[in-house]
């Protein structure tokens, strides 16, 4: 089903996406506006294989064909019509819809279009489109690590062709992913529950408090049985990635308190520290 495919984004997610395509034995080509992340993203992935051989998780020959499945390119020179075509950039509905509005002219309309959006409606992102590419058009949201995480949840929109959903599914669950099918809601399934597991802690803190935070992290994690806690994954994720995410949910539902976002997580996002990608937000990471 899927031989060829085009990852727009070269950050966080775009670089997991690649990763974990390139490791099925499929042709990727990872693309981003910024030529630096470009080379930076191919790069990381190919760090990140070196280490999994020297834990003996891979071969270097697997390794080593992964990394010729993939290649870094620019907006200008992506090979035209792959099989599936997904974007990974900033979660911004206007942002977004403009690249697909131009990637719909380039494209053949075989071309499966697909978000990897936390939480924008897949109906808006694609009101643009030709009737045709609506129907081949879907949400695949991933969970970082994208190699390591299961969970890929699939949005189907108003005009997504029912087939497009059941070839995904079962394509990915060949695969070891484990696909949850969606509806078209604010947030999806994943998003729209994570919200209290950020809010709450952050309503609990109230402000930048190291101890709070720790303490917070350790009870959700060791006594709660989360895998990491809330200020820990808000990390991972991204601050500011996480605050958009917030962000949208919260106007999805009329601006309702529950959502809302929260004073600390502005105020990291003003100043820079968006978490382990910038080396510093609820953690310092800087060796
Ligand atoms: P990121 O900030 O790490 O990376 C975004 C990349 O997109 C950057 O390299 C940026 O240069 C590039 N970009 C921005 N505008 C572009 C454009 N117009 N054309 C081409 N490239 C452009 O962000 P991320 O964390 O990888 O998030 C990307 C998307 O994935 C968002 O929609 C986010 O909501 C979603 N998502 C994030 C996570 C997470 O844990 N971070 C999890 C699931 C889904």
């Known amino acids: 089903m899927l031989n060829k495919v085009l990852v ?3 950050g966080t997610m775009g670089q997991g996406i690649a990763q974990w395509m390139a490791q099925q034995g499929i042709e990727v080509e990872l693309a ?8 930076k993203g191919v790069e990381s992935i190919n760090k990140s294989w070196k280490r999994l051989v020297e834990k003996g ?4 020959d697997e390794v080593l064909s992964w990394s ?29 819809k403009g690249m697909f509005k131009d990637a719909d002219q380039m494209m053949n309309e075989k071309t499966i279009f697909a978000s990897n959006t936390s939480s924008l409606s897949i109906n ?15 949400g695949l949201h991933f969970f970082n690590p994208v190699p390591i995480m299961k969970l890929v949840e699939i949005i189907q929109g108003n005009n997504t062709d029912q087939e497009i959903i059941d070839n995904l599914k079962s394509w990915f669950e060949e695969r070891g992913k484990v696909p949850a099918l969606c509806q078209d809601s604010p947030g999806f399934i994943v998003n729209r529950m994570a919200r209290n597991f950020y809010g709450e802690p952050l309503r609990i803190v109230q402000d930048f408090n190291r101890k709070k935070i720790t303490s917070t992290d350790t009870i959700l994690r060791e006594v709660g049985g989360f895998k990491m806690g809330p200020f820990e ?4 994720i991204g601050i500011d990635v996480n605050l958009s995410v917030t962000r949208s949910v919260w106007e999805a539902f009329k601006k309702a308190p529950r959502f809302a976002p929260h004073k600390l997580q502005e105020g990291m996002v003003n100043l ?11 953690y310092n990471y800087e060796k």
């Open 8 to 10: 727009v984004g070269a």
């Open 233 to 236: 994954l808000l990390d991972l």
């Open 272 to 282: 820079g520290l968006l978490g382990k990608k910038t080396g510093e937000g609820y």
């Open 32 to 39: 981003d506006i910024r030529l630096e992340a470009i080379s």
């Open 124 to 138: 808006k992102l694609c009101e643009d489109l030709s009737t045709a590419r609506k129907r081949r058009f879907v």
């Open 68 to 96: 010729a499945n993939l290649k870094g390119v620019d907006l200008e020179t992506f090979s035209p019509n792959p099989d599936l075509f997904i974007e990974a950039i900033a979660e911004d509905l206007d942002i977004k």
């Open 57 to 60: 998780k891979f071969t270097a």
